[in-house]
């Protein structure tokens, strides 16, 4: 068990609202990941970080903002959240591979 | 640019069979890992194996095998006398080298093995 928890698990919200989903590792590992999984597309890397205050995009960002001010935190924001956001949100931290924490269904009605 | 494809949406057998799983890969860097995630019913995604572009020798795990081949860059994935609780979907993933570690992902592999 790598130590990822994510929060919320499941979320409805409506479109145009902010939504922030949080990412807690107890590891102390400098590189964690935001993906979402679509049918069809596997999972797609949104945004990256690589420490403290140090983050990236990744091939799917637009729409989204991430935050990470501690290192065991890294939060994901919907800033006005649409319909082509339903997903499910997985975050992953890399020790050599990658593990991944158990994921948020997000439904934008 | 890197891609990975898994040709095979869905794949179903008979319990007791043998099953591979195809993953083609492209990249441009000389040094890259490959790696395969299993993700059954329940959503998780469970690390089963990462692969480094200089190592190819073939991998076995009970009843998992990888066989890793450069030359066609392929990394396909067997399992030997299929279970039903084999039944997910399966990923195949690429990384870069260095630090970063972002993975591309193929889109996934449905392997359903009725008993």
């Known amino acids: 068990d790598a130590g990822i928890t994510q929060s919320p698990r499941h979320k409805v919200t409506e479109t145009g609202t902010p939504v922030t989903l949080r990412c807690h590792q107890t590891?102390?590992?400098?590189?964690m990941y935001w993906y979402r999984q679509d049918p069809g597309h596997g999972l797609r890397l949104i945004h990256y970080?690589?420490?403290?205050?140090?983050?990236d995009k990744g091939e799917v960002s637009d729409g989204y903002s991430v935050s990470r001010s501690k290192t065991e935190d890294f939060l994901l924001t919907l800033e006005s959240a649409t319909s082509s956001q339903t997903s499910v949100y997985f975050c992953?931290?890399?020790?050599?591979?990658?593990?991944f924490g158990p994921g948020t269904r997000l439904t934008v009605l | 640019a890197q891609k990975v494809t898994q040709a095979q949406t869905e794949i179903s057998v008979v319990e007791k069979e043998d099953v591979t799983l195809d993953c083609v890969y492209e990249t441009r860097d000389t040094t890259y890992y490959l790696f395969w995630y299993k993700q059954p019913p329940s959503g998780e995604l469970v690390f089963l194996i990462r692969?480094?572009?200089?190592?190819?020798q073939n991998e076995i795990s009970g009843r998992y095998s990888w066989n890793f081949q450069k030359s066609t860059s392929s990394f396909n994935f067997t399992i030997t006398a299929s279970q039903v609780v084999d039944s997910a979907v399966y990923f195949c993933a690429l990384s870069e080298a260095g630090n970063t570690g972002k993975l591309i992902f193929g889109q996934g592999t449905t392997l359903q093995v009725k008993p």
């Open positions: 590891e102390n590992h400098r590189y």
């Open positions: 970080s690589y420490g403290v205050k140090d983050t």
């Open positions: 692969r480094n572009s200089f190592d190819e």
């Open positions: 992953a931290i890399a020790t050599g591979e990658q593990f």
